[in-house]
């Protein structure tokens, strides 16, 4: 297992495996193999938005179309639009997303503000008006544990949205085992603050230094130190650092002490995982260091290793500007230096909706002929993005207890999965074109209400539905059905059993 786990592979996608790496160009309709990788077209992964063609020159290939979403009205706003990836259960993955406005909602000028959604959990705002100011695009990466057999990335309009959300391109990376373990990501996502190599001053560097084509960028270029690198070796460190990163290093002499203000932007006050990586490469042992962040104490002492060393800590506060401090130990004949860092803030993980009733609404996406749009990703969270007519509830299980489908123009027939469905109270499918038989509701035991009026529906009545002490509504008027309604659903239901007109229904 674990040599295809460290190696980026570049199997194209199958149906029977999920690939290591889905690189998905947004709003293209070829694949292309751009620096020796195949990128995909998206339309195997999303069935809502439209594909944009930016109308600018020698634009990188990944970013001259986009699929656009329509701003939605605002009692819509928050439906979200969701790529859905097959992935490896409870891999670690880190997940890319790319954007390059290029002005493709013509009528504004700037580029739409939105959300990103990883399956439940809410991102993060996309905000791409500064980069796009400057002419470049921006992206966004964080590391999510796959839940189950697909992972979905989706935007959804929030309360600044003022024009369609876009996207330009999709990463999903498989990341080794070891990489970032000491985050629980049964509890908490990253969500990339900053990633540099220090004292350095060219391209970024990503594949194929890094394998899993992480974004290293350049940091102190101002200050770069040099150092000779081939006498690095950096096997041991978990997080896997390409080797390029320990190629140059800030330094200062013994004598002073080194600050740096990293990351240059502020912090909002949140936990983070930091990790700072140094390497000696004078092979010299006495060279240790005391290291603090703003004025907390983070590591004491250490001696940098040839081999290369990770200091790591998780669910560190932080909040405003982050000053490192590094100063020579007590006894080190040398000053200190340090070569890179990676800081993610720690996101709440969203959870998932009940298995049972994503199988469920899954069964009756595929039974509709037009699903609504937005009926991929979870259910029901982040709770402000739920699908359009589901209602949950947020206890220790995330359940479905309404469905409500009124006037929405469906057609198809009920799957019989609409089983699964077990703490639903209020299923409302009233004036549609649904057709076929209503499938055994018996298993629904908290039914309230039930409407399926003004549909085709035929077959036998629904006499599951006599079982179920709750039900206090029935409406079945205007459909086809036919056989015996059972007596005590009659007697209990009185005036809020509606079968007429329409129907061939014995009454007792
Ligand atoms: C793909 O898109 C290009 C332009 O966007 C168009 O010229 C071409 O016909 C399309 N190909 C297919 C197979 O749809
Ligand atoms: C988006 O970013 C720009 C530039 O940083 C900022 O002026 C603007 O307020 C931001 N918009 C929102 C909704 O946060
Ligand atoms: C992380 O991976 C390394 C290397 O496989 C292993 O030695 C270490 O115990 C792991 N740490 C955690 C917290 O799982
Ligand atoms: C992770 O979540 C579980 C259950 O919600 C909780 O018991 C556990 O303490 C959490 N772990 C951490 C490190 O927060
Ligand atoms: C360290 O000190 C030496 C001699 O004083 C000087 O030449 C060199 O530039 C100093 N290096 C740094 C990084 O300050
Ligand atoms: C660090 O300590 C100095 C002096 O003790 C103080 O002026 C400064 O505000 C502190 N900085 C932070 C980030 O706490
Ligand atoms: C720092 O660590 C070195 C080697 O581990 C040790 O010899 C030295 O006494 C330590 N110094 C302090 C001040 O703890
Ligand atoms: C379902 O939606 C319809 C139409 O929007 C509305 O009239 C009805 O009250 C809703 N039912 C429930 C249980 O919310
Ligand atoms: C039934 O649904 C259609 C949309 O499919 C809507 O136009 C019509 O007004 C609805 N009828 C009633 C009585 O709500
Ligand atoms: C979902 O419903 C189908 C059809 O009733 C049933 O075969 C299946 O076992 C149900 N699955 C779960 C997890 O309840
Ligand atoms: C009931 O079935 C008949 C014959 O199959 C059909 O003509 C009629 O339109 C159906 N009624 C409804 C409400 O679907």
Not at 132 to 151: D, N, P, Q
Not at 155 to 178: C, H
Not at 302 to 329: E, R, Y
Not at 385 to 396: A, D, E, L, Q, Y
Request: hydrophobic residues 35%.
């Amino acid at each position: 297992m674990l040599w295809f786990l460290f190696t980026l592979s570049l199997i194209p996608f199958s149906l029977s495996q999920p690939p290591r790496s889905v690189l998905i160009d947004c709003g293209t309709n070829a694949s292309s193999v751009i620096d020796g990788r195949q990128w995909l077209p998206d339309s195997g992964f999303i069935s809502t938005g439209t594909s944009k063609t930016l109308t600018l020159n020698n634009l990188f290939p990944t970013l001259s179309t986009v699929r656009s979403f329509p701003l939605l009205p605002t009692n819509l706003r928050r439906r979200k639009f969701c790529y859905v990836v097959p992935v490896y259960r409870t891999a670690k993955y880190l997940v890319r997303t790319t954007y390059y406005y290029g002005g493709v909602n013509a009528r504004v000028l700037s580029p739409p503000v939105f959300d990103q959604v990883v399956d439940g959990t809410f991102w993060s705002v996309v905000n791409t008006t500064e980069d796009y100011g400057r002419g470049t695009a921006s992206y966004y990466e964080g590391v999510f544990r796959a839940a189950g057999k697909s992972m979905s990335v989706c935007l959804a309009s929030n309360t600044y949205t003022e024009s369609d959300p876009f996207i330009s391109a999709l990463e999903l990376v498989l990341l080794g085992d070891s990489v970032y373990n000491s985050t629980d990501f049964g509890n908490s996502s990253l969500r990339l603050v900053a990633r540099h190599s220090f004292g350095y001053g060219g391209p970024i560097i990503r594949y194929p230094d890094d394998k899993f084509d992480r974004y290293w960028e350049p940091y102190g270029v101002n200050n770069p130190t040099t150092s000779r690198g081939e006498n690095v070796f950096i096997n041991g460190l978990w997080n896997l650092p390409p080797l390029k990163v320990f190629q140059t290093q800030l330094s200062v002499n013994r004598s002073q002490p080194m600050e740096i203000q990293w990351p240059l932007e502020p912090l909002k006050d949140s936990v983070y995982y930091i990790v700072l990586y140094f390497a000696d490469d004078t092979g010299a042992s006495s060279r240790s260091l005391n290291i603090g962040i703003n004025n907390v104490t983070f590591y004491s002492n250490l001696t940098v290793p040839q081999s290369g060393v990770a200091l790591f800590a998780n669910q560190w506060p932080l909040a405003g500007p982050t000053k490192i401090v590094l100063t020579p130990a007590t006894g080190s004949t040398l000053g200190p230096l340090i070569n890179g860092g990676e800081l993610f803030e720690e996101i709440p993980v969203g959870g998932r909706t009940h298995t049972r009733d994503v199988i469920g609404l899954n069964g009756l996406k595929n039974s509709f002929q037009n699903p609504p749009f937005d009926w991929s990703g979870d259910p029901c969270l982040p709770k402000e993005n739920s699908w359009t007519g589901v209602t949950c509830s947020f206890g220790s299980n995330i359940r479905v207890i309404g469905l409500n489908l009124t006037s929405m123009g469906l057609l198809g027939s009920l799957s019989p999965n609409i089983a699964n469905l077990t703490a639903l109270n209020d299923l409302w499918l009233g004036n549609n074109s649904l057709s076929g038989s209503i499938p055994d509701l018996g298993t629904l035991r908290l039914l309230k209400t039930v409407h399926m009026e003004d549909n085709h529906l035929n077959g036998p009545f629904p006499a599951s539905l006599a079982n179920i002490d709750g039900l206090q509504e029935l409406f079945l008027q205007n459909n086809n059905l036919t056989g015996q309604v059972p007596s005590s659903l009659n007697a209990k239901l009185g005036s809020n059993l509606r079968i007429v007109p329409g129907n061939s229904l014995l009454v007792p």
